[in-house]
């Protein structure tokens, strides 16, 4: 099983993953972010290293995998070919508004090697909505058909809770039908 939690800078996604490893703590967690604290020193070089260090640690096979990304560009499409024979793969897509994205970084510390100068986060959100609008998801479905998409608002902490429950009970009708 795979669940890959995507959505813009800021939407949720660690949270959501956390919660979710919380609940199953047996499953596999990898993050572009965890890749990038561990690989990257936010240069081009560091994050195309890292890009490939989070590639290869994707099980191709049914092992239970967190998979925390944006869900864009050249790194999704890697992700989704090498998920695409998975039989049980879920997308949790956290929709939050770009307004609610720019409070949240306000107060947020930023320890991650960003692969581009923090001063232009507000265009990589504005991207990363642009695409989404655009019908990035769309393409994914095509890629795994077997997948099951979530499209969730996540605007406020009840938000996640409802999203970390939804996930469970998934999870879990997934896991009793497999005994």
Request: net charge negative; charged share 20%.
């Amino acid at each position: 099983m795979k669940i890959l939690v995507i959505g813009n800078i800021a939407s949720g996604k660690s949270t959501l993953s956390n919660s979710i490893l919380g609940l199953y703590p047996e499953f596999c967690s990898i993050s572009i972010d965890e890749m990038r604290k561990l690989h990257s020193d936010g240069s081009e070089l560091g994050e195309k290293y890292a890009k490939q260090v989070f590639i290869d640690c994707i099980s191709s096979d049914e092992t239970c995998q967190i998979i925390e990304f944006s869900g864009i560009g050249e790194l999704a499409a890697l992700t989704f070919e090498k998920i695409k024979s998975d039989s049980n793969i879920l997308i949790i897509y956290l929709r939050v508004p770009e307004e609610i994205i720019n409070l949240r970084l306000q107060n947020r510390c930023w320890d991650t090697p960003f692969p581009l100068p923090l001063e232009n986060l507000p265009t990589a959100i504005k991207h990363t909505s642009s695409e989404f609008s655009r019908g990035v998801i769309e393409s994914h479905l095509k890629m795994c058909p077997q997948s099951v998409l979530l499209s969730l608002k996540n605007e406020t902490n009840a938000d996640i809770q409802v999203i970390t429950e939804l996930c469970r009970l998934y999870i879990q009708n997934i896991m009793s039908d497999n005994l």
